[in-house]
């Protein structure tokens, strides 16, 4: 079964639990396969509570330019063995993604690694915001992972982000990637009005989607966020309540499941 993922941590981003329950609002009214939600977390107070939650293990969060986030932490979803931990098959997805379409089409695929790629980008090859994996592959992305080296070979090399630049450095042009037409999108690439095939829109930067700036450049965006927003109950719900399938069977997510905190997972790895 497909898990789709989140993580939210405190110290760095400015995400809330709020944020992370109108994501899995809007993935269960737009995924139409039997899936689980799982956020994971140091700090799972107020989230919904048909979110499973996987506690984050410690980590010492490594400093980036100002104004910019530091994401290293989400590079533990390439362990193997933290990554069963939140499932078999995961669709990571930034927490201030907007939803705008059907995401089943995007889950529908074999290989065991689909990133997120746009050619137009320079420096920044794979995309830290979206990616589809088997829950174990490419452990040379964690394992090579070295917190004093990894960030200046990535400066080096030209590619941008924290996590999503080291894994470009250990993954590309090797992968799989959600071909154009993907429905796929940036705010940045958007003037006015989103396309009309539109499945899910990326915010990178400093606007999000629930900002005012967002309203006044993206109102489409803005308002299919707050259409989720503005749902404070489960039964509230539309159409498909929490994990459905496209022909209506329920499935009752499990409940959180809470991994060691100081395992072979933690980030004491060898350098490179």
């Not at 939600?37 to 984050?56: A, M, Q, R, S, Y």
């Not at 990554?83 to 990571?92: A, D, F, H, Q, V």
């Not at 154009?180 to 915010?203: C, E, H, L, M, W």
Request: aromatic share 10%.
């Amino acid at each position: 079964m497909l898990t789709v993922a989140t993580w939210k941590w405190r110290g760095t981003r400015e995400y809330t639990s709020e944020h992370v329950n109108v994501l899995f609002r809007a993935v269960a009214d737009n995924l139409r396969i039997p899936h689980r939600f799982v956020c994971i977390t140091d700090d799972p107070v107020g989230l919904d509570g048909n979110i499973n939650v996987v506690e984050l293990p410690d980590f010492d969060h490594i400093a980036v330019r100002p104004g910019f986030p530091s994401s290293y932490v989400r590079l533990m979803g390439f362990c193997p063995e933290f990554s069963r931990k939140i499932g078999e098959r995961i669709l990571t997805l930034d927490i201030d993604v907007v939803i705008t379409g059907d995401l089943t089409p995007l889950v529908d695929r074999d290989e065991d690694f689909v990133a997120w790629s746009d050619p137009d980008l320079r420096g920044l090859q794979y995309h830290g915001g979206m990616y589809l994996m088997s829950a174990g592959c490419r452990p040379q992305v964690w394992e090579s992972f070295d917190r004093d080296r990894s960030p200046e070979i990535t400066k080096e090399a030209g590619l941008t982000g924290s996590d999503q630049a080291w894994i470009s450095y250990c993954l590309w042009p090797n992968e799989a990637i959600w071909e154009k037409p993907n429905g796929i999108y940036r705010t940045r690439n958007i003037k006015g009005t989103s396309p009309a095939d539109a499945r899910i829109v990326q915010f990178p930067g400093h606007m999000k989607p629930w900002f005012k700036m967002c309203e006044d450049q993206h109102p489409d965006l803005y308002a299919a966020w707050s259409k989720y927003a503005n749902i404070r109950k489960q039964h509230e719900l539309p159409r498909r309540q929490n994990n459905a399938s496209s022909r209506g069977n329920q499935y009752q997510p499990e409940k959180g499941t809470y991994p060691e905190r100081n395992g072979p997972c933690s980030q004491n790895q060898p350098s490179v």
